[in-house]
Structure formats: C-alpha cells, structure tokens
Nanobody
Framework: QVQLVESGGGLVQPGGSLRLSCAAS????????MAWYRQAPGKQRELVAT???????NYADSVKGRFTISRDNAKNTVNLQMNSLKPEDTAVFYC?????????WGQGTQVTVSS
C-alpha cells in the first residue's frame, strides 16, 4: 500500500520561509520522478516543482527562484524549501509522483501566508 505523508506546513508571514517534507512508503521511491503540487481555495490543483530520478528539477514560473525541491532516496523523502513566501502561495501542498497517480494522494499539508 502506497503512502505519501506530507508535513511541515503552517502559518507564516509574507517573506518568510517553510520547509515541507514528504515521506514515502510502499513504493520503490528511487524509481520515480517526484513532484510537489498545491491547491488553493477555489482553484484547481497545480504542479509546483518536479525532481527526476537523477535529481534534475523543474519549477512553475510562479515559484521559480523562491522554491527548491530536493530528494533523499536513502530516506524515501522529497522536500520543498520555500522562501520569500507570498500570500498567493497559500494552499494545501501535496507530494506525488510525476506524473501523478490518483491513488497516491495523501492528506496534504496546509500552508498559509498571511500577516
């Protein structure tokens, strides 16, 4: 059974930072490209950042230069370092494979950027 468990969200002021983590189990983690997605209130889920099996990364234009995705295959984790956060980054953040599998969605972690 695949489990992806996100953590690290919270309330942060504009300009602040958060580091999200996703722990994977039930899959051969090193065999998958991974990604972070987010869903803001009233909006569709969107792709934020991807990292390939070999560590190449790609970012949505809206987060480029502010967010950094990384992975640790020994620990089966994928992380998202988020800096210079903006109110428009407020969303529930999810990790999944890239491309995603619907059966893999976890509960996500809420990120709220507000003063």
């Amino acid at each position: 059974q695949v489990q992806l468990v996100e953590s690290g969200g919270g309330l942060v002021q504009p300009g602040g930072s958060l580091r999200l983590s996703c722990a994977a189990s039930g899959i051969i983690f090193s065999g998958y490209a991974m990604a972070w997605y987010r869903q803001a209130p009233g909006k569709q889920r969107e792709l934020v950042a991807t990292i390939t099996k070999t560590g190449s990364t790609n970012y949505a234009d809206s987060v480029k230069g502010r967010f950094t995705i990384s992975r640790d295959n020994a620990k089966n984790t994928v992380n998202l370092q988020m800096n210079s956060l903006k109110p428009e980054d407020t969303a529930v953040f999810y990790c999944n494979t890239s491309p995603f599998f619907n059966a893999f969605w976890g509960q996500g972690t809420q990120v709220t950027v507000s003063s």
